[in-house]
């Protein structure tokens, strides 16, 4: 089950962040704390109440749920978690006061779901959905007017399970939710069921289930709620995978311009240099850059070194396009916060690899799309093609981007994070 968040935390909390030097991470994994604030108010569970009224019926959210699907998502999940239980004691669960399994005990756990022949996901950015078929014939069926369900379960990176079973009823699609986790004895409990109107949905051509929950509106809530959910049914291939982690995911679409503009060896003059540097310092050593060493700036040479590493453009041109200090010799360096980043949907969007086209000259053509669950609940809120050049000993350089589509005019104007003189850019 995917996230459930409310926007306006969303924006306090990442101005917060901005403003404490906390920067993005590659920490892809969810929390199930996230999952259930999704569809954590539950009604009477055990009614038997089996028949919505059209009042709930317009509303959507919070729907009654009948004792039969009550005890069917308790009995299920409570069989699921009875055949984890053994993993989950054994399972290395870090030192931290949240739990959180290591990723060996992550793939048992879908491994034993997957022999049960159920469709299972988990809760990481390019993840596979396992048994994906059984699901997306349910979709198919569903895009037809054909009556039916499908269940999805979804293993959270703590060890808890949830179960999404989504039904069509011919007309309108609805999602029963629930969630089993463990108590301190390490023994299954469900945490909560709920059912849950779909306002709209859709089954792509790429794959991905799209789609919006009903939730409370303005007056019932002074928060605006996002009901917007991604799910990737169809599978991504290895190779693409293992590109988009690469040469993608690190960069993504904040703090920096790499991937949502337009740019080639030719015009590398709007490229953000003083914002992309600490993304390529994470990339080249494993580990978050830490602006606090240089109060004074980046020294010259250690800067141009390694955007030079990682772009076509002479140490000339960096000093002229980049935010440059003479008189220190450093590059400035800003973290991202409240007074130079205003926060958008767009900037959570995950890149993904969608299609490699090797070119004669030795380069590869990346087709990337800018998949944003948020609000926006889009699996291509912008394509665009990022040509890299790779080198034998697995190193790379990226060479151009190009937005296709006029989507460039889709998104939010980049902000630069240090201003300079227009005539610069």
């Known amino acids: 089950m995917r996230k459930f968040l409310y926007l306006i935390l969303f924006v306090m909390t990442l101005c917060v962040f901005c403003c404490s030097c906390s920067q993005k991470t590659n920490d892809v994994k969810k ?15 055990n009614t038997k109440q089996d028949v919505i009224s059209e009042e709930d019926l317009e509303k959507g959210y919070d729907l009654p749920v009948s004792a039969q699907e009550n005890e069917e998502a308790t009995r299920d999940s409570m069989q699921i978690m009875s055949g984890l239980e053994h993993i989950y004691r054994n399972a290395d669960k870090g030192d931290s006061l949240n739990v959180v399994l290591d990723n060996k005990s992550i793939c048992k756990m ?44 979804e293993v959270h990176s703590e060890g808890s399970i949830g179960r999404d079973k989504f039904i069509y009823d011919g007309k309108e699609m609805f ?62 291939s290895d190779n693409k995978r293992k590109l988009s982690r690469k040469c ?3 960069l993504a679409y904040q703090g920096n ?16 240099y003083n914002g992309l540097y600490e993304y390529l310092y994470a990339m080249k ?49 800003m973290r991202l ?3 130079n980043y205003a926060p958008n949907f767009f900037g959570t969007s995950i890149p993904e690899v969608t299609k490699i086209k090797h070119n004669s000259n030795g380069t590869v053509t990346l087709t990337v799309d800018a998949v944003c669950e948020m609000v926006l609940c889009n699996e291509a809120v912008i ?4 040509t890299v050049k790779f080198n034998k000993d697995g190193s790379f350089r990226y060479l151009g981007n190009k937005i296709l589509n006029g989507g460039i005019k889709k998104i939010p104007e980049y902000q630069y994070r240090i201003l300079k003189e227009k005539s610069k850019r």
């Open 248 to 250: 993608v995911r690190g």
């Open 285 to 333: 050593y494993k580990k978050k850059f830490n602006g606090k060493k240089y109060p004074s700036g980046i020294p010259k040479d250690q800067f141009e070194q390694l955007i030079m590493e990682y772009l076509p453009v002479s140490r000339e041109d960096i000093e002229k396009y980049a935010s440059y200090n003479e008189k220190k010799k450093t590059y400035d360096w």
């Open 337 to 339: 916060g409240c007074f």
């Open 31 to 45: 929390t199930s704390s996230q999952h259930e604030k999704k569809l954590k108010s539950v009604p009477n569970n």
């Open 175 to 236: 999602l029963l939710a629930s969630n089993a986790s463990w108590d301190d004895n390490g023994k299954p409990i469900i945490t909560f069921v709920s059912y849950t109107r779909i306002k709209k949905w859709r089954y792509s051509r790429k794959g991905w289930f799209c789609y919006e929950l009903c939730v409370p509106e303005y007056p019932e809530v002074t928060e605006m709620v996002d009901g917007s959910c991604l799910i990737r049914i169809k599978p991504m």
């Open 110 to 153: 879908i491994k034993k779901i997957k022999q049960q022949g159920y469709s299972v996901t988990v809760s990481e950015d390019y993840s596979n959905m396992e048994n994906y078929k059984r699901f997306s014939s349910f979709l198919a069926k569903a895009q037809e007017k054909q009556k039916g369900s499908g269940v999805i379960y």
């Open 383 to 386: 394509t665009h093609e990022l």
């Open 257 to 272: 311009n790499i991937l949502c503009s337009n740019w080639d060896q030719e015009h590398m003059q709007k490229i953000d």
